[in-house]
């Protein structure tokens, strides 16, 4: 991310305990650009699309996404942002999630999700894998919004 | 779903019995009737040879009678003539009346009626006789005269009637008895058409009856044979039908399993990874306690210094035991849950050279621990899905050679046997054994027989179970404790596709 205080980052997980080891881990790779955390899908879907300050009306934004969220399902919020029309469907999304299943994982890259991880259930492999995430998020070109 | 149940039907019995005992009737009442009819053709012909005898009688009485009456033509002709024809012919007629009369008395001789009749009869002949030859030789002599005088003197007439009286006594005797004869030879053949007759309406009887059963048992038969088509027909729905809700089950449980596994895990990454942050913490708690004590050691309380340096990394370690231990076992469903999963694929397989692969890949652990693994005799072929099989003996081989009894070479053996379309695999040992109580907990996930002694979690015979009926199979144990245990799958010679859910 060469424009790192414009690009924001948009984290859906419904685990706080998760969210707040994901951060710490993304701030340990050195990544300081602002994180906005919602704990279920509809509050992240407005913040999204409707929000002045939201990624479809300011800049643009990486999206980190939890499959398991109690109001609806990880994929439908993906399906939504990478839908035909929509002002976010070249935003990146990271699905970060504990799901390891074959089929979930085909579907949420034939819905356009461009990174798909599954959270280690071991710490040191979990906080490793976030921190090279961190590095990768580091590197990677974000597309400006067409508004 | 529908319920298809035949019975066979098994209330007629009762009726079946009757039936058999009234056809045994049957035929003892023929075979009565048919002695009773020869008894009576027995009876027929003793009074139809009466019958004959008396005709006989009366014919030997007839020419009795008739050669007396002729005796007296030729001797009168010679009276006359005193031509030597006449003589000649008397002395012949003369001649055969002995045996004539003799007849009649062989044959009268059982009826002492006719006996009496026949004494006066002879009596009678012999006077006529006596006349008759005493004219005849005075003839001869020359003495013509004398002989027709005394022709006229004799009462020849007289005696002649009396014999012919006697004569017909004795025939109208026969005749009575022969009217006696034929009464009772009709009334025998009476006899004999009536038992006929029986016979006959028992044959009928016994034909219509035994057409009657074989009819009855051929109905009988073709309905059990109906029933057993049906029967065989729907049973194949039925199983499919068993199957299908059976693999719905089972996806069932897998989902179940494979989401508490992950809703599980969620949880337990934040305990890992915050006693993780927390053990993190310990390092420059540890660091500024070594500074305080150096810089100002009264600062330092006993409490803060087991605090940072026992009860801190104490409450970590167990934190972080327990939750590896709870990580192994959900680990253990998911991997479970997965397994129900993949994909079966059935290929022809060679148990003992599997077994041979299985043993090579463990021979380390086999040694150290003093055991043998072998195949004994042949084991048929099997088709099934190569992995699983190989994950199921490697489970049982491992668990043999992991519980042996203590001072005894473990001695593990493989055998096999085909049996209607399936195939007996057993893994013998003559380990510690496993306590009949156990012997289906041990196939229960977690659980555990015997003494603690060995690592594990309670996965492996759990794993096994679960992969024998993925393959349609089921798996048992026979064992007695300190006697070793034999673990028996029980799997389909050829594993289709078909019988996976679809």
Redesign the interface.
């Known amino acids: 991310m060469t424009e790192h205080q414009t690009v924001g980052i948009v984290m859906i997980e419904d685990d706080e305990g998760h969210a707040r080891l994901i951060e710490k881990n993304i701030r340990r790779a050195g990544i300081s650009n602002g994180i906005r955390h919602f704990t279920d899908g509809g509050t992240a879907l407005d913040f999204l699309f409707n929000a002045p300050d939201g990624p479809a009306l300011n800049g643009p934004a990486l999206i980190l996404l939890d499959l398991n969220l109690p109001d609806m399902s990880g994929t439908d919020i993906l399906g939504k942002i990478k839908a035909e029309g929509s002002p976010l469907r070249r935003t990146p999304v990271v699905v970060l999630t504990t799901t390891d299943d074959k089929i979930e994982i085909q579907r949420c890259y034939d819905l356009g999700c461009n990174v798909y991880i599954t959270k280690p259930v071991n710490y040191e492999s979990f906080a490793t894998a976030i921190r090279q995430l961190g590095l990768f998020l580091s590197v990677i070109q974000v597309p400006e919004i067409e508004a | 779903m529908p319920e298809t149940r035949v019975k066979l039907t098994t209330n007629n019995r009762p009726i079946g019995r009757v039936l058999l005992a009234c056809m045994v009737l049957g035929f003892a009442s023929l075979i009565a009737a048919g002695f009773a009819a020869a008894w009576l053709t027995g009876q027929n012909q003793e009074h139809t040879r009466w019958v004959n005898h008396t005709y006989e009688v009366e014919l030997a009485i007839a020419q009795a009678s008739i050669a007396i009456e002729q005796g007296e033509t030729p001797r009168r002709g010679y009276l006359i003539t005193r031509s030597p024809i006449y003589l000649a012919t008397y002395r012949a007629n003369r001649a055969k009346q002995p045996e004539i009369l003799a007849r009649v008395a062989r044959l009268t001789a059982d009826n002492p009626a006719q006996r009496a009749n026949y004494a006066k009869l002879t009596m009678l002949v012999a006077d006529l006789q006596r006349q008759r030859d005493l004219t005849v030789s005075l003839v001869e002599q020359g003495r013509g005269r004398e002989a027709i005088a005394e022709f006229f003197t004799e009462t020849g007439a007289r005696r002649m009637n009396k014999i012919r009286a006697v004569a017909r006594q004795m025939a109208d005797a026969e005749r009575r008895l022969l009217t006696i004869r034929d009464a009772d030879q009709t009334r025998s053949l009476r006899a004999f058409y009536i038992v006929l007759g029986i016979a006959g309406l028992i044959l009928l009887f016994v034909a219509v009856l035994s057409v009657m059963t074989v009819m009855r048992y051929t109905r009988d038969l073709t309905r059990s044979r109906d029933s057993l088509n049906t029967l065989n027909e729907t049973l194949e729905e039925q199983v499919i039908e068993r199957t299908k809700d059976l693999s719905l089950a089972n996806d069932e449980i897998q989902r179940f399993a ?1 989401i508490v596994s ?2 599980l ?6 305990v ?6 927390l053990a993190a913490t310990v390092t420059p708690l540890e660091e500024l306690l070594a500074r305080a004590e150096e810089i100002a050691p009264d600062i330092v309380t006993e409490e803060a210094r087991l605090a940072v340096r026992e009860d801190l990394p104490e409450a970590v370690g167990f934190i972080r035991t327990s939750t590896q231990k709870m ?1 192994r076992l ?2 253990a469903i998911l991997k479970l849950s997965r397994e129900g999963r993949r994909v079966i694929t059935p290929e022809p397989l060679d148990i003992a050279e599997l077994v041979g692969t299985i043993k090579g890949s463990m021979q380390h652990i086999i040694d150290e621990r003093g055991a043998s693994v072998s195949v004994a005799g042949t084991i048929p072929t099997l088709t099934s899905d190569r992995l699983a099989i190989e994950q199921i003996l490697s489970n049982l081989i491992e668990n043999a050679t992991k519980y042996l009894k203590p001072g005894r070479p473990g001695v593990i053996t493989v055998t096999g046997v085909e049996e209607r379309g399936r195939v007996l695999l057993s893994v013998a040992d003559n380990g510690r054994g496993i306590d009949i109580r156990d012997h289906s907990r041990v196939f229960d996930l977690f659980r555990r027989s015997g003494t603690q002694d060995q690592p594990g979690e309670g996965i492996g015979l759990a794993h096994v179970r679960a992969l024998a009926y993925r393959l349609g199979g089921t798996i048992d144990v026979a064992s007695e404790l300190g006697e070793g245990a034999t673990f028996r799958l029980n799997l389909p010679k050829i594993l289709t596709t078909q019988d996976l859910k679809a």
């Not at chain 2, 895990?265 to 934040?270: E, I, Q």
């Not at chain 2, 890992?272 to 942050?277: C, D, L, N, R, S």
């Open positions: 494979y992950h809703d895990r969620s949880p337990l990454v934040n890992m990874g915050f006693t993780a942050e990580d959900i680990n």
